[in-house]
């Protein structure tokens, strides 16, 4: 599951929400020249505000939902692929067909396709090595492992391309024929996209909120100092008016 990191913009709302109920409290004694700071505005700010935080919220639980469903589905591919190899070794296919496969099989299960290098002297870098270093200062090696879902799903569709080729192939059971596969790799690549789309989604509704929330000339929270200057000016720095409203906290993301 992912984590939820829109509960810090929730108090922001709340805060905005009290400094309103409190600029209503003082009413025609509040009367600011500058029209986005008029209690009209801010109760526009205010809806505007709260919408935009549903908006976000329901788009971070479809996105969570589509992820959720996604590792469901990539969750037996591992389990499948070596059931694929288990059936091409099982049919009397030739040695080439079953190390092509894999090789395929090994991108998909994250496996090495040959034992990681030993470090010996020779190969601890010198001043003019162009290699890459760890934390550790230890040089660091590329993976062979390509599990993105994107690379799982495109190395699958590879293996299913191989099936065809090997005339042996031939399974009874229904979940290993190539019919069945194909629509289990169908399946991946609309789960990935279904991911990118509400992702997509999601970053969009975030930026609304944080351009709403919090930029720099029109914001939730410039707009709150506003205010909270316009009180201290209006009813002074030591009135009531002005120490009711602040203690309201707001911060900036």
Request: aromatic share 8%; glycine share 4%; net charge positive.
């Amino acid at each position: 599951m992912i984590s939820n990191p829109e509960t810090g913009h929730a108090p922001n709302v709340a805060n905005f929400g009290k400094l309103v109920l409190a600029i209503g409290s003082f009413g025609n004694f509040y009367n600011p020249a500058f029209i986005t700071i008029k209690e009209s505005n801010l109760q526009d700010m205010l809806t505007a505000a709260q919408e935009n935080l549903t908006l976000v919220n329901t788009a971070l639980i479809n996105y969570k939902l589509a992820v959720d469903s996604r590792e469901d589905v990539y969750s037996g591919l591992s389990s499948i692929t070596t059931r694929i190899l288990a059936a091409i070794k099982s049919s009397g296919s030739s040695e080439l067909n079953v190390e092509t496969a894999k090789s395929i099989i090994r991108k998909i299960q994250g496996r090495r396709l040959s034992p990681k290098k030993a470090k010996t002297k020779s190969d601890v870098p010198t001043t003019t090595d162009p290699v890459s270093k760890t934390d550790d200062n230890e040089p660091t090696q590329i993976s062979a492992s390509q599990t993105s879902y994107a690379n799982l799903a495109n190395n699958f569709d590879a293996l299913l391309q191989l099936l065809p080729l090997i005339q042996e192939y031939k399974p009874n059971e229904g979940t290993l024929n190539p019919t069945d596969l194909r629509a289990y790799c169908n399946e991946l690549k609309m789960k990935n996209f279904a991911v990118d789309t509400l992702k997509a989604s999601l970053d969009t509704a975030r930026l609304n909120r944080n351009y709403l929330m919090y930029n720099l000339h029109s914001g939730l929270v410039v707009v709150s100092l506003e205010v909270k200057n316009y009180v201290k000016a209006a009813f002074g720095a030591s009135s009531p008016q002005f120490k009711q409203i602040s203690g309201i906290s707001f911060r900036s993301y």
